[in-house]
C-alpha cells in the first residue's frame, strides 16, 4: 500500500539528518506499532507519510502516488492523528459538518459508534471538552473517515487507564482487510495486545520488521522467578519477583508478546535478534 523508499531529511536547525536513505513498506490489514527512541525519527516518518514534509531525498508512494504531491487522490484517503493538535471551539456536528466531505467514505454512523466506545455523545462542544476528550473525539474522526492508512501518533497520550482500554477496542472495531493502521509510541503497553507487526527502528536503521506471530514462533517472553533460566535467556530485566527472559521458542512454546522487553531487547542486541529471524541456519 505505502512504500517508503530512501528516505533523507534534515531539520533546518540541525545539522544530524533525522532519516539517512530509510526505507520501508507497510501493507494493507495490519496494525503497525511503530517502535524507537526519542530522537529516532518515528513522528518525522509520519509527517513524511502524510506528505506534510518534503523529504531532502527518497520518496513515498501511496498507491503509486508520490505523497508530497498532496493530490486528492491521497488526501482523501490518509489520515493524521499528531500526537498535539488544536481544535476550533464549535460544536461537534459543526466540526463534522465542514470536514467530513473531504473524505467520501466518512460515516456518520461509524462516529457515533466510536465515540460511544469512549463513552462520548456527539452533541458536544469542542471547546469546552478536556484534552483527553479532544484526543477521543478526534480519533473517533480520524477513524470514521474510513481512510485507507490512518497514521497515530503517541495515540494514549492524554488517555486515563478506562480510556486507553477504550482505545484498544476501538481500534480493533475499526480495523479491515484493506486497512493500514500505523502507531507510534513510547507506551508500548497500551499497545501489545492490539498490534499484529512491530517495527522498531534506530539510526535510519529498521532493526525489526515481523508480525507478531512470527516473533512469537522464534521468540519465548517468559517470567522467572528462580534464574534457573537466565544463562539460557537472549535478554532479561529484572523484577521485583526474579526476572522477566526473553528466550529461543525451541519448543514452539506459546507465548504472549511483552513489547517492553522486545524493544530493550532489540536495542541491545541488534544482531542476535535479528539472527534468529533471517539467519536461523547459525548457531546463537
Known amino acids: 500500500m505505502i512504500a517508503v523508499e530512501n528516505l533523507s531529511f534534515t531539520y533546518r536547525r540541525s545539522r544530524q539528518p533525522v532519516l539517512n536513505e530509510f526505507s520501508l513498506s507497510f501493507h494493507p490489514g495490519r496494525v503497525y506499532g511503530l517502535l524507537g527512541k526519542n530522537g529516532a525519527g518515528k513522528s518525522t516518518l509520519l509527517y513524511l507519510m502524510s506528505g506534510l514534509l518534503t523529504p531532502k531525498n527518497g520518496k513515498v508512494l501511496f498507491r503509486d502516488t508520490d505523497v508530497r504531491r498532496r493530490l ?32 467520501p467514505r466518512f460515516s456518520k454512523e461509524d462516529m457515533i459508534k466510536y465515540l460511544h466506545y469512549f463513552e462520548m455523545d456527539i452533541d458536544v462542544n469542542l471547546g469546552a471538552l478536556s484534552m483527553g476528550q479532544k484526543k477521543k473525539v478526534f480519533m473517533s474522526f480520524a477513524l470514521a473517515t474510513n481512510t485507507s492508512l490512518l497514521l497515530m501518533d503517541e495515540p494514549t497520550n492524554g488517555l486515563d487507564i478506562p480510556g486507553k482500554s477504550q482505545f484498544r477496542k476501538f481500534i480493533a472495531s475499526g480495523m479491515t ?15 501489545d495486545k492490539l498490534i499484529d507487526h512491530v517495527l522498531i527502528m534506530e539510526e535510519s536503521k529498521v532493526l525489526l520488521d515481523e508480525s507478531t506471530a512470527r516473533i512469537c514462533e522464534k521468540l519465548l517472553f ?19 519477583q526474579g526476572n522477566c527472559l526473553l528466550l529461543p521458542n525451541v519448543e514452539g512454546e506459546e507465548t504472549e508478546i511483552n513489547l517492553e522487553l522486545l524493544f530493550n531487547a532489540t536495542l541491545a542486541t541488534p544482531e542476535r535478534i535479528a539472527q534468529l529471524f533471517h539467519d536461523q541456519n547459525k548457531e546463537l
Do not use: C, W
Open 222 to 240: 517468559k517470567d522467572n522467578t528462580h534464574g534457573e533460566l537466565l544463562e539460557e535467556a537472549l535478554y532479561a530485566i529484572p523484577t521485583v
Open 72 to 103: 486528492p487522490i491521497t488526501l482523501q484517503d490518509m489520515f493524521l492523528v499528531p500526537e498535539e493538535f488544536e481544535l476550533p471551539a464549535v460544536s461537534l456536528v459543526s466540526y463534522i459538518e465542514l470536514n467530513s466531505p473531504f473524505y
Open 177 to 191: 482487510d484493506d486497512k493500514t493502521i500505523v502507531i507510534s509510541t513510547h507506551q508500548v503497553r497500551d499497545i
